[in-house]
T-cell receptor
């Protein structure tokens, strides 16, 4: 992911609608990607991952799409619920100077409206 | 058990104090991490331990000193911190580099 700007982007969705959260990454050598959910006062919680040999992976109510051509990752949440309200981070694993490490994206705050 | 525990939950310390943050996991993970997170920002990697050896130090100031006494424990020793070091300090662990990281709840540190 890449950290840009000082403000946390916010996505507001109606309860029951689908949510799409986007993330751009910069390292074309990244080969493993994770989406995390972070609720207020808690540590990030793993949601779903995808490896670079895939372009789509589905979990329970969540789908991750990977477009390596444009270095873009998205998280789709179906039938968004109030409990989905949180900050969502993407993280990509790439090699820098011979060392693997995760780089987190800026984050997106998801607000679910009742 | 998929839990990473961190103590203390909150810590207030003066700039001349010495304190330590502790992290523990019993998942058999061989990689452990310290991250620093400021409000409304993503976690920033500080240190990585792999098989109890320090493998990554992200140019962290020496007032932060990590220690991995065994495969289940990770400490972060703090000395002579600055107010700008106030943040949420997160510990994480993983099976290895291409596996998801499990995060603890963090220690909220305030330096006065």
């Amino acid at each position: 992911g890449e950290s840009v700007g000082l403000h946390l982007p916010t996505l507001s969705v109606q309860e029951g609608d689908n949510s799409i959260i986007n993330c751009a990454y910069s390292n074309s050598a990244s080969d493993y990607f994770i989406w995390y959910k972070q609720e207020s006062g808690k540590g990030p919680q793993f949601i779903i991952d995808i490896r670079s040999n895939m372009d789509k992976r589905q979990g329970q109510r969540v789908t991750v799409l990977l477009n390596k051509t444009v270095k873009h990752l998205s998280l789709q949440i179906a039938a968004t619920q109030p409990g989905d309200s949180a900050v969502y981070f993407c993280a990509d694993l790439g090699v820098t100077s011979g060392t693997y490490k995760y780089i987190f994206g800026t984050g997106t705050r998801l607000k679910v409206l009742a | 058990d998929t839990e990473v525990t961190q103590t203390p939950k909150h810590l207030v310390m003066g700039m001349t104090n010495k304190k330590s943050l502790k992290c523990e996991q019993h998942m058999g993970h061989r990689a452990m991490y310290w991250y620093k997170q400021k409000a409304k920002k993503p976690p920033e990697l500080m240190f990585v331990y792999s098989y109890e050896k320090l493998s990554i130090n992200e140019s962290v100031p020496s007032r932060f000193s990590p220690e991995c006494p065994n495969s289940s424990l990770l400490n972060l020793h703090l000395h002579a911190l600055q107010p700008e070091d106030s943040a949420l300090y997160l510990c994480a662990s993983s099976q290895g580099t291409h596996y998801e990281q499990y995060f603890g709840p963090g220690t909220r540190l305030t330096v006065t």
